[in-house]
């Protein structure tokens, strides 16, 4: 989940849809202090964060957030003097653009640090809206409720979430997960799907997997 504390409420609002569009859940807030109050209550996978706050300026949120938390953090402002980008960074941010932004540019922007870090943590975790599947325990969760899922559903998703763009047939699917063979004729692939499905649907409304009539599945968009 990523973190909006901007003032302008259209800004605000703006961003939380294109961040919606691209996949990720968000939360937001309208001032300095709410901002930090829910930056230091939850675990948020990134923070945007404007400077001109009203009740607690954006670098003294960066500065308060720092002390105990290490939350990737991208700084939006019209301030754009190099002496502020530089106590920006010292202060702990992950990166700076610069308003009026494009949101193409604040979605890549977001996407690079994202990898960055995770590289740095030496991440074992797919992440796709609000479910977090980990590679090394082999669990997944929608937000904090676990999934109990067999080796296939558990497959399925990871193959998904290592390619979210792609169109799976239950061919591939089968296939890649199993090296085995598949039979046309085999209604497996259904039974599994249908299977994750529901349990999703147990925890969420929000849908996660699409059905591409012709071809196959893929991420929900």
Known sequence: MILVIEDDVMI???LCKVLSDNGFETDSALDGVEGLSKAL???YEMILLDLMLPKKTG??????LRKTRNTPAIVLSAKNEVINRIELLRLGADDYISKPFDVDEVILRIEAVLRRTGEAKGSNQLKYKNLTLDTESKRIFIGEEELTCTTMEYGILELMLNNPNKVFSKRNIFESITGDEYLSDDNTMNVHMSNLRKKIAKVTDEPYIDTVYGMGYRLSK
């Open 12 to 14: 605000n609002n703006l």
């Open 41 to 43: 209550d939850k675990e």
């Open 59 to 64: 670098e003294e949120v960066l500065a308060e």
